[in-house]
Nanobody
Framework: QVQLVESGGGLVQAGGSLRLTCAAS????????MAWFRQAAGKEREFVAA????????SYGDSVKGRFTISRDDAKNTVYLQMNTLKPEDTAVYYC????????????????????WGQGTQVTVSS
């Protein structure tokens, strides 16, 4: 079992930046693929970014490529999402997700692939 706690959300103006943090506890973290998803009001949960073991593989949703960066610090059991040049359409609840993995070079980008979820952190971008 893995527990995930997100933090770092808040209100920011368009063009600004935020860094989200996902702290994991429970089983050893390093063999988990990790991801961020988001869900805007009235919409389905959307893939944002994913990272594999030892940061060997990364993937981003089309709407955030070039603006968001996912990273992990296995020594701290933490995953980060650096969000730059934020837009009003980035407004959503952001969720951290974890999946135990035997494959260093694999990542997953759909919600059904992930076993563990945090409670989410709200990000609001004003225009």
């Amino acid at each position: 079992q893995v527990q995930l706690v997100e933090s770092g959300g808040g209100l920011v103006q368009a063009g600004g930046s935020l860094r989200l943090t996902c702290a994991a506890s429970g089983r050893p973290f390093k063999n988990y693929a990790m991801a961020w998803f988001r869900q805007a009001a009235g919409k389905e949960r959307e893939f944002v970014a994913a990272i594999g073991w030892s940061s060997t593989k990364l993937s981003y949703g089309d709407s955030v490529k070039g603006r968001f960066t996912i990273s992990r610090d296995d020594a701290k059991n933490t995953v980060y999402l650096q969000m730059n040049t934020l837009k009003p359409e980035d407004t959503a609840v952001y969720y951290c997700a974890a999946k135990p993995s035997d494959y260093r070079f694999y990542i997953w980008i759909t919600t059904s692939d992930y076993n563990y979820w945090g409670q989410g952190t709200q990000v609001t971008v004003s225009s």
